[in-house]
């Protein structure tokens, strides 16, 4: 039996948690309000109360856990990609902390525990599936073959979903992070009211740039013709938005379960806790005669639990890394 300490703490939020021989104990998240008055992440902020959360993040994790420090085998940590402050936050401490009892480090893409939180509950995908990875800085399908055997076969070539929710949700003058506003806005709105451009892009590659400038035009030009046109109709400008970015995700993962012959399809990262995607997937499901797997709420936004399931199956095999180990902001899969 190993016991995996997870660190987390790529972006806002310090994260930590403890997986006993592979079942998540605790999961502590502790949130930055204090970008809500800057309408985005300010890095350095950021990584300023990391240094305040962790400490008292990591204790919480350990209690609820219900172990003593000194059980713990392995410390598992969130390498990359990032903001690279608040990555540095989190690797300091897993190092220190490892450092000072004799314990090996294991180092976690971001992206990969992401995909991994898929196996934190009962309901585990087989090998291989497609995954739709879907945050506020990376749109991906991967390939799954097993659990470090990942391939990015597409992904994003300028914007990532997530970021085109929270920019058209600012341009709607909803506050940060407004991506869940408008998913929350969109169940009274008609989906069907406005219709938006869906990129051309070929092979299975996403673009949302394009979609982005598209909304900004057109909030432009009808609030010249109507002053109060937002505030009459802001339901169906979400529901419209959202409708047509879920449905150029859909498009491409279509696309790419047909390529591939793979019908077991999982959704993971943040923007997959949006109820809008899940209920389109889980429509996909019967008539494609697919396997969807989507996971928990508490694991789809950035959390230590996924980064310690990574570590339980890095630490299986023995991969662990050294005190030189640094974080990397752009670390690739």
């Keep these: ?82 903001l690279l402050g608040s990555l540095l936050v989190g690797t300091s401490f897993a190092k220190a902390f490892a450092l000072a009892r004799g314990l090996p480090l294991i180092e976690v893409n971001h ?6 939180a898929h196996f934190i509950g009962e309901d585990k995908p087989s090998f291989p599936f497609l995954c739709l990875t879907v945050s506020g800085g990376h749109t991906q399908i991967v390939l799954v073959r097993d659990y470090f055997d990942m391939e990015i076969v597409g992904q994003t ?31 009274q709105g008609n989906k069907h009211a406005y219709k938006f451009p869906e990129p051309q892009i070929q092979g299975l590659d996403f673009s949302f740039s394009g979609l982005k400038t598209s909304i900004m035009y057109f909030v432009r030009d009808r609030i010249k013709e109507d002053q109060d046109f937002l505030k009459n ?35 993971a990262g943040g923007v997959s806790a949006n109820s809008g995607l899940r209920t389109a997937l ?17 694991y789809c936004t950035d959390n230590a639990a996924m980064i ?8 299986i095999k023995q991969d662990f890394v050294g005190q030189d180990i640094a974080p990397l902001a ?3 899969f």
């Design 1 to 82: 039996m190993a016991i995996i300490l997870g660190i987390e703490s790529s972006c806002d939020d310090t994260s930590a948690a403890i997986c006993v021989d592979g079942k998540i104990r605790s999961n502590i998240i502790a949130s930055q309000l204090v970008h809500q008055n800057y309408g985005g992440v300010i890095p350095e902020l950021a990584s300023r109360v990391h240094q305040q959360n962790i400490i008292p993040a990591v204790h919480q994790a350990i209690s609820d856990a219900k172990i003593h420090k000194n059980e713990i085998d392995a410390v598992a940590f969130t390498r990359g990609p990032g």
């Design 111 to 116: 992206m990969q525990a992401h995909i991994l």
């Design 157 to 187: 070539t300028d914007d990532a979903a997530g970021e085109a929710f929270d920019k058209t949700a600012k341009l709607l003058g909803l506050p940060y992070p407004g991506g869940p506003l408008i998913d929350k806005y969109a169940k």
């Design 233 to 267: 109709n802001l339901f169906d400008v979400c529901a419209s938005v959202q409708e047509r970015i879920i449905s150029i995700l859909l498009n491409k993962l279509k696309k790419a379960s047909a390529q591939y012959n793979i019908h077991s399809i999982a959704i």
């Design 282 to 298: 889980n429509e996909s499901a019967a008539d494609l005669n697919w396997k969807v797997y989507i996971p928990k709420f508490e």
């Design 308 to 315: 310690a399931i990574a570590g339980h199956y890095k630490f």
């Design 330 to 332: 752009r670390m690739q």
